[in-house]
């Protein structure tokens, strides 16, 4: 019996797709050791089909003989066949109603599944994740439509010379144009009508921390939240200075009761103690860059009822830009209304019709809603992804997939992310099924 048969599937979610799960010198790696990978063409994919044949790949239209398939986004539901396992960012796990038909196609033909997000340590860290690269090129994009919002209310700042991350070569060169418009602003200043600019960072994970590796090549400095207010006094801020600012969970919700105490565990387990305080915040900035997972069950940042009082008032607020990176419709952002793409990343959300308003020019903010951001970046988020999930490959291959998932033997970091196993769902996410 020989080795194993590995098949990495093509993206076809849309033509900003390119991003693989293992780049052509990791499956060299595997090739080497003996593994035969299966790759689809793709006239789209970041790496060409001549360098996966020059790894050792085989380009293959039909992933039927794989053992294990790889993608990113969510698949076909006609590529799956009993006994195989496929492994990718399912979006499940939620019940969400979009992929239910996909999961239940899944199902009925006696596949596997595990999901890269349910890949995580002991403290329920994500492992394999593109994050950070969302983080980055949602940031970057925030910072080119701030730019493009200043323009249209005839404000000249050095935000317009910035372009979305996609039109960049690399990450390197937009890092270099973020740090020449830092240095402008270093030199000349700001309009004093947009002093203070500061930026907003919710969330302080993965994807929280590509944001700020941005505002550093910017240039940012760093403020606490006690600090906002004194930053709006006359005076008071720095014209040479663009300001960020994170968010954590004590800084967006405090407890209902009078004579209670933040404690975030209890938040996390009882979010119905607790109500969103975050808005208060909300107009001493001027961008607030979103990377917080959220849940219903949670307060959310900003509700639509907030922003009409605060585009209401006779004078224009601060706030220009939500970088909505975690992209919830209707989430923890309220006004973000729909999802976008990277050639038309962003609406004005318009306070009186509850519409989104293709552009950056109008009454209400500018929300940057694209839901597949690390697909800006495609080389540099697929070279850290396939760095992280090259490791579980051998185990994936090596599982003997016809055992009943009790006795399936895999390390605990993949057996906890099996969602369903030869077309059942896994008790771990059983309750799936009550949400379909």
Same mark, same amino acid.
């Given at each position: 019996?020989?080795?194993?048969?590995?098949?990495?599937?093509?993206?076809?979610?849309?033509?900003?797709?390119?991003?693989?799960?293992?780049?052509?010198?990791?499956?060299?790696?595997?090739?080497?050791?003996?593994?035969?990978?299966?790759?689809?063409?793709?006239?789209?994919?970041?790496?060409?089909?001549?360098?996966?044949?020059?790894?050792?790949?085989?380009?293959?239209?039909?992933?039927?003989?794989?053992?294990?398939?790889?993608?990113?986004?969510?698949?076909?539901?006609?590529?799956?066949?009993?006994?195989?396992?496929?492994?990718?960012?399912?979006?499940?796990?939620?019940?969400?109603?979009?992929?239910?038909?996909?999961?239940?196609?899944?199902?009925?033909?006696?596949?596997?599944?595990?999901?890269?997000?349910?890949?995580?340590?002991?403290?329920?860290?994500? *492992?394999?994740?593109?994050? /950070?690269?969302?983080? @980055? =090129?949602?940031?970057?994009?925030? +910072?080119? #439509?701030? !730019?493009? %919002?200043?323009?249209?209310?005839?404000?000249?700042?050095?935000?317009?010379? *910035?372009?979305?991350?996609? /039109?960049?070569?690399? @990450? =390197?060169?937009?890092?270099?144009? +973020?740090? #020449?418009? !830092?240095? %402008?602003?270093?030199?000349?200043?700001?309009?004093?009508?947009?002093?203070? *600019?500061?930026?907003?960072?919710?969330?302080?994970?993965?994807?929280?921390?590509?944001?700020?590796?941005?505002?550093?090549?910017?240039?940012?400095?760093?403020?606490?939240?006690?600090?906002?207010?004194?930053? *709006?006094?006359?005076?008071?801020?720095?014209?040479?200075?663009?300001?960020?600012?994170?968010?954590?969970?004590?800084?967006?919700?405090?407890?209902?009761?009078?004579?209670?105490?933040?404690?975030?565990?209890?938040?996390?387990?009882?979010?119905?103690?607790?109500?969103?305080?975050?808005?208060?915040?909300?107009?001493?900035?001027?961008?607030?860059?979103?990377?917080?997972?959220?849940?219903?069950?949670?307060?959310?940042?900003?509700?639509?009822?907030?922003?009409?009082?605060?585009?209401?008032?006779?004078?224009?607020?601060?706030?220009?830009?939500?970088?909505?990176?975690?992209?919830?419709?209707?989430?923890?952002?309220?006004?973000?209304?729909?999802?976008?793409?990277?050639?038309?990343?962003?609406?004005?959300?318009?306070?009186?019709?509850?519409?989104?308003?293709?552009?950056?020019?109008?009454?209400?903010?500018?929300?940057?809603?694209?839901?597949?951001?690390?697909?800006?970046?495609?080389?540099?988020?697929?070279?850290?992804?396939?760095?992280?999930?090259?490791?579980?490959?051998?185990?994936?291959?090596?599982?003997?997939?016809?055992?009943?998932?009790?006795?399936?033997?895999?390390?605990?970091?993949?057996?906890?992310?099996?969602?369903?196993?030869?077309?059942?769902?896994?008790?771990?996410?059983?309750?799936?099924?009550?949400?379909?």
């Amino acid at each position: 019996m020989g080795k194993p048969i590995l098949g990495i599937r093509r993206e076809d979610k849309n033509r900003w797709e390119r991003r693989v799960p293992l780049t052509p010198e990791i499956v060299q790696e595997f090739v080497g050791r003996g593994y035969q990978i299966l790759v689809q063409p793709s006239p789209l994919r970041v790496y060409p089909d001549e360098q996966w044949a020059a790894a050792g790949a085989r380009i293959a239209e039909d992933l039927a003989p794989a053992d294990v398939v790889l993608g990113v986004k969510e698949m076909p539901a006609d590529i799956f066949r009993a006994g195989a396992c496929y492994v990718f960012f399912a979006h499940v796990v939620k019940g969400q109603k979009h992929n239910m038909p996909m999961l239940k196609q899944l199902l009925a033909q006696g596949a596997t599944l595990l999901d890269y997000e349910k890949i995580v340590d002991q403290q329920g860290r994500r *492992l394999v994740f593109f994050g /950070r690269h969302a983080g @980055l =090129a949602g940031t970057i994009d925030s +910072l080119w #439509a701030l !730019g493009r %919002r200043f323009e249209s209310e005839q404000v000249a700042s050095p935000f317009s010379a *910035l372009e979305p991350a996609h /039109r960049y070569p690399d @990450l =390197a060169a937009a890092k270099r144009a +973020l740090g #020449a418009v !830092g240095e %402008r602003i270093r030199f000349q200043g700001l309009p004093p009508a947009l002093v203070p *600019l500061v930026v907003g960072v919710a969330g302080y994970g993965h994807v929280a921390g590509g944001a700020v590796e941005i505002l550093d090549a910017l240039g940012a400095q760093e403020v606490g939240v006690a600090e906002l207010p004194g930053l *709006l006094r006359p005076g008071r801020a720095d014209p040479r200075v663009v300001y960020r600012v994170t968010f954590k969970e004590e800084h967006t919700v405090e407890p209902v009761a009078a004579d209670g105490k933040f404690e975030l565990q209890d938040y996390y387990d009882h979010p119905e103690r607790y109500r969103g305080i975050f808005e208060r915040h909300v107009p001493a900035l001027t961008v607030l860059v979103n990377c917080i997972y959220w849940e219903a069950k949670y307060p959310r940042l900003v509700t639509k009822a907030f922003l009409r009082e605060l585009y209401g008032k006779p004078e224009s607020p601060r706030l220009r830009v939500f970088g909505d990176v975690t992209c919830d419709v209707l989430g923890s952002i309220e006004c973000n209304v729909q999802v976008t793409t990277p050639d038309a990343p962003v609406y004005v959300w318009d306070p009186d019709t509850d519409r989104p308003r293709e552009g950056w020019a109008g009454r209400g903010p500018v929300v940057l809603a694209v839901d597949n951001l690390p697909c800006e970046l495609p080389a540099e988020s697929s070279e850290s992804f396939a760095k992280a999930l090259g490791p579980f490959v051998p185990a994936l291959l090596e599982a003997d997939w016809s055992k009943p998932f009790e006795t399936l033997e895999l390390p605990r970091e993949l057996k906890d992310a099996v969602i369903a196993h030869r077309g059942e769902l896994t008790p771990r996410y059983a309750y799936i099924s009550g949400l379909w």
